[in-house]
């Protein structure tokens, strides 16, 4: 059974920092792409960043420069650093895993990350 577990998420000021974490179990995880969605309701989904099992980063514009996600294979384990947060990050955060090439097969449950004074 596959499963991808968020941590980390939660209220934080703007400009603070916030790490969150993703523990998979169930797939050979370093085959894996490893990305990290985020979604606020009424509006579409959206690719925050992507990590290649090659160690290849994709992020999107909205949060180059600020944000770092990163894997540890041997833990199984992915992190998106995020810094300078501001409140149009505040969303629900999705830890996702897919083969190259493909739509994620694999969503975790989701984490809050609400950015407010």
């Known amino acids: 059974q596959v499963q991808l577990v968020e941590s980390g998420g939660g209220l934080v000021q703007p400009g603070g920092s916030l790490r969150l974490s993703c523990a998979a179990s169930g797939i050979a995880f370093s085959s894996y792409v490893i990305g990290w969605y985020r979604q606020v309701p009424g509006k579409q989904r959206e690719l925050v960043a992507r990590i290649f099992s090659t160690g290849i980063t994709n992020y999107a514009e909205s949060v180059k420069d600020r944000f770092t996600i990163s894997r540890d294979d041997p833990k199984n384990t992915v992190y998106l650093q995020m810094n300078s947060l501001k409140p149009e990050d505040t969303a629900v955060y999705y830890c996702?895993?897919?083969?190259?090439?493909?739509?994620?097969?694999?969503w975790g449950q989701g984490t809050q990350v609400t950015v407010s004074s």
């Open positions: 996702t895993a897919g083969l190259i090439g493909r739509e994620p097969d694999y």
